[in-house]
């Protein structure tokens, strides 16, 4: 457990539980990066959460004004970030936007459970991690299990 500040981003996978449930380890793990370190978005990915968090699928978890009170809320606990370049890399290409998020911030981490994200890890000196080995690593200290992915 460092306590230098680390540069962060969540994909939407990673953020839908968090808001969600509240009271579950999503969320508490990511109150604590917000708390502890530096959460980054852009507008791209913003909006694709705002989007995704209003779908009515999601009615039989919270009522939509809870779920639009998070995002307000998360919203007002990031830090901003425009990214200047395009990148094309990611085998789908709606899951860009995040790796241009990153780099513009230039993150420690991409925290994700999209497995064309994972296994782009690691994608110009950001580590591409799910939730579970992004706790163990930044706030436990170790390297837990199903440690991430490598590059063939």
Known sequence: MS???KRIVFDTSSLIPACLNPDREPAQILRRAVLEHDVFVSADTFNELVAVLA???FNAWRP???RMVWV???R???MW???LSSITECR???DNKFLELAV???ADYLVSSDVHLLEMHPFRGVQILQLAYFKSLVFEGHVGSGGPPRKS
């Open 3 to 5: 306590s230098v500040r």
């Open 55 to 57: 779908r009515e699928k």
């Open 64 to 66: 939509l004004d809870q």
């Open 72 to 74: 307000r809320l998360f």
């Open 76 to 78: 007002e606990a990031v």
């Open 81 to 83: 970030v425009d990214p």
């Open 92 to 94: 789908d290409p709606k």
């Open 104 to 106: 513009a911030a230039q």
